[in-house]
């Protein structure tokens, strides 16, 4: 069946940093776009990252620009979420997406807080 599994969230100080990973099986990983979301308290999810299918293009909100850095290994099955200083605003559940046409899958996330 289809899994997208994250890991690497925690706790972290401000200024610090997180790699995020989402494995993904049961699917052709390869043929599909990748995308990280996130979800605070309170708040509806919003995209924070999405890669092609080769990994040839990313794009990034205003938000996180220049913070955050996607990257996927096809080899592998992976997609990751690089995040450089962290702010407590980040706090989040951070969300693994694939998307190809009609079809969607999404993980089960992965919490990340920062704070001191």
């Known amino acids: 069946q289809v899994q997208l599994v994250e890991s690497g969230g925690g706790l972290v100080q401000p200024g610090g940093s997180l790699r995020l990973s989402c494995a993904a099986s049961?699917?052709?990983?390869?043929?599909?776009?990748m995308s990280w979301y996130r979800q605070a308290p309170g708040k509806e999810r919003e995209l924070v990252a999405t890669?092609?299918?080769?990994?040839?293009?990313?794009n990034y909100p205003d938000s996180v620009k220049g913070q955050f850095t996607i990257s996927r290994d096809n080899a592998k099955n992976t997609v990751y979420l690089q995040m450089n200083m962290l702010k407590p605003e980040d706090t989040a559940v951070y969300y693994c997406?694939?998307?190809?046409?009609?079809?969607?899958?999404w993980g089960q996330g992965t919490q990340v807080t920062v704070s001191s």
């Open positions: 049961g699917f052709t990983f390869s043929i599909y776009a």
């Open positions: 890669i092609t299918t080769s990994g040839s293009s990313t």
């Open positions: 997406n694939a998307k190809r046409t009609a079809y969607a899958y």
